[in-house]
């Protein structure tokens, strides 16, 4: 049988190198058919809870130890993890509980204005404070035993501020010295979330 010449078979190599080259581009621009995935839903900011829709907890990690603790630790931090508890009337608790003892200071969590409060005849809170921020977000303050020397509502108040200091006025009943503290981001109005996910917690404060 008659052999191909030096020439031919240079010729067939690149040839046959031309055509692997080929498959592989081609196989390189090929696109992998679209999949028809459903786009993820958008997580909805907490909303206010009822007896048919208990408050969820987000898992805001991402916020994590963004708001001062807006209490003196010391002498005693116990921090109840109750937001969203079951209250009289149907009503959820929209906050969380600092058990404390009577006097210990309270602060402003962010510099803003104090736009509501209320005196120990408010059955529910009993003396409080209103705070909104610069960004719209709205602080609550209950059972205060005192409110700070000179500060009036409308007043405008910095970061680290004494604003009052805890108490049990209001639904605590007698000795049941603890500050309520909640957090609307989005206003007053607007339905308050979890705020212990947002809390710098001193290390000497207790989570039960």
């Known amino acids: 049988m008659q052999q191909p010449s030096r020439a031919s078979r240079r010729t067939l190599l690149v040839?046959?190198?031309?055509?692997v080259v080929g498959c592989v581009c081609a196989l390189a621009t090929r696109r992998p058919p679209a999949v028809g995935f459903a786009a993820a839903a958008p997580i909805p900011i907490e909303r206010g809870a009822t007896v048919g829709a208990p408050a969820r907890r987000l898992g805001l990690v991402a916020d994590a130890g963004r708001i001062m603790f807006p209490m003196g630790p010391s002498p005693r931090c116990d921090i109840l993890d109750n937001f969203g508890d079951l209250r009289s009337g149907g009503r959820r608790h929209e906050g969380v509980d600092i058990l404390a003892t009577l006097g210990q200071e309270v602060y402003a969590v962010a510099d803003g204005v104090l736009v509501n409060q209320a005196d120990a005849s408010a059955s529910l809170s009993g003396n409080a404070w209103g705070l909104t921020a610069g960004d719209g977000t709205y602080f609550f303050y209950?059972?205060?035993?005192?409110f700070a020397a000179g500060l009036e509502l409308?007043?405008?108040?910095s970061r680290?501020?004494?604003?009052?200091?805890?108490g049990d006025t209001g639904n605590p009943g007698p000795g049941n010295y603890h500050l309520h503290f909640e957090?609307?981001?989005g206003g007053q109005r607007a339905p308050a979330i979890d705020p212990l996910p947002l809390l710098v917690i001193p290390n000497s404060c207790s989570i039960t």
């Open 15 to 19: 040839g046959t190198a031309a055509s």
């Open 142 to 146: 209950a059972h205060l035993s005192a």
């Open 154 to 157: 409308g007043d405008t108040v």
């Open 160 to 166: 680290g501020q004494v604003i009052g200091y805890v």
């Open 183 to 185: 957090v609307h981001p």
